[in-house]
């Protein structure tokens, strides 16, 4: 007689103290495994929404928060949605500890880095745009795209005369983003200013809008359409 094989049992896998540590907890305390896919969970307001909507942070090595804007940082993300309102309720109910499941180190200049970081971002899509052949800078020029309907947005400098903003812009309706001053979007096209900045259609031009549409809700900044 052959002999009788014993039956192997598979051992199921155990989950750390270390692993429920990593992870953001609910308001309860209980370990609440991240999303997968376009949405997130905010730790303030518990909605979710996709990620674009929203700002992705993760800890430092000294655990401080750090905003990871393009959310490609390693470690867990604690996402938040981008508004002031819901900023200044995580920083004040303690949401990024809770998320986090431990103390955590707090810049006082949070929302100036998330804004500045957003504006930087901003810049550089107008690089890209330029460098892809995407983008055209000056009055003539950009009254040109428009008028050939070749324009889907517009970079406005911030800190441009709001009388030849409306001249450049006229009756054609495009969205308008007004977060760069013109020294930094002039140095995108080698200039010592650029006041005027027409993109063309594609993803740039989405992410550029994306960006925009995060740093308005965070810090008031508002874009809109020629009228």
Known sequence: MKPRRRRRTRRRPTTSNADIASEPATEDGTPEPELKGPLRRCIATRDTLPKEAMIRFVLGPDRMVVPDLAGRLPGRGMWLSARADVLERALSRGAFSRAARGQVQLPPDLRAQIETGLRGRIRDQVGLARRAGQAVCGFQQVREWLQAGRAAVLVE?????????????????VPVILAVGAGDLGSVFGRDHAVHVAIAPGRIAEMLLQEAGRLAAVSGITSGAGS
């Open 157 to 173: 400098a911030d800190d441009g005369s709001p009388s030849e903003r409306a001249r450049v812009i006229g009756r054609h309706k």
